[in-house]
Structures are given as C-alpha cells and as structure tokens.
C-alpha cells in the first residue's frame, strides 16, 4: 500500500430504489455506506420509477458523501439513463458502483463521462465477470475500489458459491487492491438463515486482506462491523510495533516476546493509517490506550 491511506468502508448496506421510503429508512442503520441499488434489485419496467427515488433520495440525504449508487452496466440504455439522472441531480453520491465490468477502460470511460458534467466521485466495480478476474491488476489500478460479485461469477464458471470455489478470485482481488491502494470489499451473504455462515465467511475474508464486506440485510451489520471496523486492540499495538522498531533504528526489536522488524512496522503504519482515515470519514473509532500512550 503506497501514499496516503484511503479511507475504506467496513460495511456496505444495499437497498434497491424501489421505495423513498424504504431508502430513507435504511440510513437509521449502522453501515459506513448506504448503497441505492439500480440494478439487479430493481426490475426492468420499475428503472423510471427507481431513478427518481434515488434522485429524491440523493436531495434528502444528510451525509451523500457515504452514499453509494449501483448503476446498470455501462453501454446499455438502462446506465445512460442513470447517468443522466445522476448527473443532472444537484446532490450527487460520494461512490458510483459499477456493474459487469470487463475492463479498465470502462472505468476510465466512466470517469470520463461523469466528469464532464463536474462530478467526480469515487468509482467502485463489481468484480463479477471472468474478464474482470482475469485483468484484475489493471482494474484495481483504475478504480477506487472493488466488490466481490460472487453470485454471477459462480454462475458464470457453472461452480456453487461456496468458499472453496470462489476462493481463488479472492485472493486475486486482495493481492491487486494491496499493489494499489485500493478498497477491497467482499461479496453479500446470500445464507441469511444461516448466521454462523456469515461471521466465518467475514472473518475468513479479513484473513484474506479484505476490508469490507457488503449486506443485503440490515441484521447483518452488527457481525461485519464487529469484525471489520477498526479495533482499538490492533489500534494501540499497531502503533507500539511502529515504536518499537523506531527505536531500533528502523532495525529488528523484540516486543511482548515477539519479533519485529521493518515489515511489521510498515504493517503497523498503515494498519493505524487506514484506521484514522475510517474514523476521518464513517465515525469515531473508540481508542484503545494500554500501553499508556494515545491509541
């Protein structure tokens, strides 16, 4: 991870524009972004309709910084049309998600579009597609950050959704999103009756590298958040490591009985830089203060 921390969020809460209402209601709830979703929740003939929620939704919002739209894929009617809708709106969200992407030249297009009419949000893609897992370097190089899209990539490989399958892509994408910066978000969990499912796949997916991890269900941000946001324990020793090892002159230090050196103190450093820029942004992390210094 190179240049300033990019502030990531932990937890993303998908609500299709089916409903103000329903739109609205859904920001009561705990996610560091709330997404108004375009595309695969809405069906074809309610497109007219969902656009002029998410408009109606974007004028209301208190914060449209953390606000997210998934729009259709781009090249077809339904994405122009979100587009316009987008851009020809006063307020406009802080992350636009991008559906079906096969390229990076797509993001770049997107960028393109969205900034001749002065907006310039942050473009997010879905990685769903062969093509997307395959070019992944170059697409994490492009976009500011990326979505596991398990449900179509499985569909597309004929494999079940389950961990094993849809491992590899993962790991792919941790590695990419790593080299650039970017933000690393994992797929929904489409297990709902099964809560365990959901804080393994979760904390599996930490392991991993990830940083987030999306929801289709408000009941689920409690377990993503808890294992996702920053830790005021991993706060706190992150930056005892960064100490330690500036106290050794950049070189090898020993702390509670472990080993550390240069690696683990650039881990610590972006560990806590990245747990400032999320505090920055979605809320306030509770610090941790054991060692006696600030967390």
Same mark, same amino acid.
């Given at each position: 991870?190179?240049?300033?921390?990019?502030?990531? #969020?932990?937890?993303?809460?998908?609500?299709?524009?089916?409903?103000?209402?329903?739109?609205?209601? +859904?920001w009561?709830?705990?996610?560091?972004?709330h997404?108004?979703?375009?595309?695969d929740?809405?069906?074809?003939?309610?497109?007219?309709?969902?656009?002029? /929620?998410?408009?109606? +939704?974007?004028?209301?919002?208190?914060?449209?910084q953390?606000?997210?739209?998934?729009?259709?894929?781009?090249?077809?009617?339904?994405?122009?049309?979100?587009?316009?809708?987008?851009?020809?709106? !006063?307020?406009?969200?802080?992350?636009?998600?991008?559906?079906?992407?096969?390229?990076?030249?797509?993001?770049?297009? =997107?960028?393109?579009?969205?900034?001749?009419?002065?907006?310039f949000?942050?473009?997010?893609?879905?990685?769903?597609?062969?093509?997307?897992?395959?070019?992944?370097?170059?697409?994490?190089?492009?976009?500011?950050?990326?979505? @596991?899209?398990?449900?179509?990539?499985? $569909?597309? =490989? %004929?494999?079940?959704?389950? &961990?094993?399958?849809? !491992?590899?892509?993962?790991?792919?994408?941790?590695?990419?999103?790593?080299?650039?910066?970017t933000?690393?978000?994992?797929?929904?969990?489409?297990?709902?009756?099964?809560?365990?499912?959901l804080?393994?796949?979760?904390?599996? /997916?930490?392991?991993?590298? @990830?940083?987030?991890?999306? *929801? /289709?269900?408000?009941?689920?941000?409690?377990?993503?958040?808890?294992?996702?946001?920053?830790?005021?324990?991993?706060?706190?020793?992150?930056?005892?490591?960064?100490?330690?090892?500036?106290?050794?002159?950049?070189?090898? +230090?020993? =702390?509670?009985?472990?080993?550390? %050196?240069? #690696?683990? $103190?650039?881990?610590a450093?972006?560990?806590?830089?990245? %747990?400032?820029? &999320?505090?920055?942004?979605?809320?306030v992390?509770?610090?941790? *203060?054991?060692?006696? %210094?600030?967390?």
């Amino acid at each position: 991870m190179t240049g300033t921390a990019r502030a990531v #969020p932990r937890s993303i809460l998908y609500t299709p524009a089916l409903s103000l209402e329903r739109v609205v209601k +859904a920001w009561s709830y705990d996610a560091d972004v709330h997404l108004i979703d375009l595309e695969d929740s809405v069906p074809p003939a309610d497109k007219p309709a969902a656009r002029a /929620v998410c408009r109606a +939704a974007l004028e209301q919002a208190p914060r449209p910084q953390n606000l997210a739209v998934r729009i259709n894929e781009l090249g077809s009617l339904a994405a122009l049309h979100d587009l316009l809708m987008l851009t020809d709106s !006063q307020i406009r969200p802080g992350i636009v998600l991008m559906t079906m992407v096969t390229s990076a030249d797509e993001v770049d297009l =997107l960028r393109r579009m969205l900034a001749s009419a002065g907006a310039f949000p942050e473009v997010y893609v879905t990685v769903e597609t062969v093509e997307a897992v395959t070019r992944i370097d170059s697409i994490a190089g492009a976009a500011d950050g990326l979505v @596991f899209g398990s449900a179509d990539l499985a $569909a597309t =490989l %004929g494999v079940d959704i389950g &961990w094993e399958a849809m !491992q590899a892509a993962r790991q792919a994408m941790a590695m990419a999103c790593a080299r650039f910066g970017t933000a690393c978000i994992d797929t929904a969990n489409y297990r709902l009756a099964e809560p365990a499912v959901l804080t393994e796949e979760t904390t599996r /997916v930490r392991a991993l590298g @990830f940083h987030g991890k999306a *929801t /289709v269900h408000p009941r689920e941000l409690d377990v993503i958040n808890r294992i996702l946001r920053p830790r005021p324990d991993e706060l706190a020793l992150a930056r005892r490591v960064a100490r330690a090892v500036a106290a050794a002159d950049g070189g090898i +230090a020993v =702390l509670d009985g472990n080993m550390v %050196g240069p #690696p683990f $103190a650039r881990l610590a450093r972006d560990t806590v830089a990245r %747990g400032d820029a &999320w505090t920055s942004r979605f809320g306030v992390c509770v610090t941790g *203060t054991a060692d006696g %210094g600030e967390a």
